[in-house]
């Protein structure tokens, strides 16, 4: 198991400045990875979505999804892509329930199977409860499916 933070996702993700959307991300040997984000209120989707009631757009949980997703797929634990997995696919995505500033968002992701140059995982993201014994809230979920080639 790995953990990377702050300058070293770099590392693994092409993404930078204002659509890095990863604090954290733990990559398994188990073909698993968690990924980490809080949402502080500034980021730029917030001020249009919706300004009297702030809240992360769905395309934006699916963006957190796929980011932790290239972290596995580039990951030295998985090792067998090339260049940057390009997202080609969304299906079966569920928005639950709504997520605001100040949320933790911890996102996982399980690999499917891989078909030729195409890779399929499927992800979950929950908003981290404050309470320590309270369980996590289901908030969305998807299947992705990635070009590596």
């Known amino acids: 198991m790995e953990t990377y933070k702050g300058e070293q996702i770099k590392d693994l993700l092409p993404h930078r400045g204002s659509m890095l959307l990863v ?13 980490v984000y809080t949402f502080k209120g500034t980021e730029w989707f917030f001020c249009g979505h919706y300004p009297d009631e702030p809240l992360v757009p769905g395309a934006i949980l699916c963006e957190i999804m796929a980011q932790v997703s290239c972290g596995l ?8 892509t090339h ?3 390009y997202l080609t696919n969304i299906t079966k995505a569920v928005f639950r329930k709504k997520v ?7 996102v996982e992701i399980s690999f499917i199977q891989r078909k030729g140059p195409f890779w399929f ?5 929950f908003i981290e409860s404050e309470i ?4 996590r809230t289901l908030c969305a979920e998807s299947e992705l499916t990635f070009y590596c080639g």
């Open 23 to 35: 604090d954290e991300m733990i990559l398994g040997e188990d073909n698993k990875a968690t990924g």
């Open 73 to 80: 797929l580039k990951s030295p634990v998985q090792a067998k």
């Open 83 to 85: 260049g940057n997995p």
């Open 100 to 106: 605001c500033p100040g949320d933790k968002l911890v």
């Open 121 to 125: 995982v499927a992800g979950k993201a």
């Open 132 to 135: 320590e014994d309270e369980q």
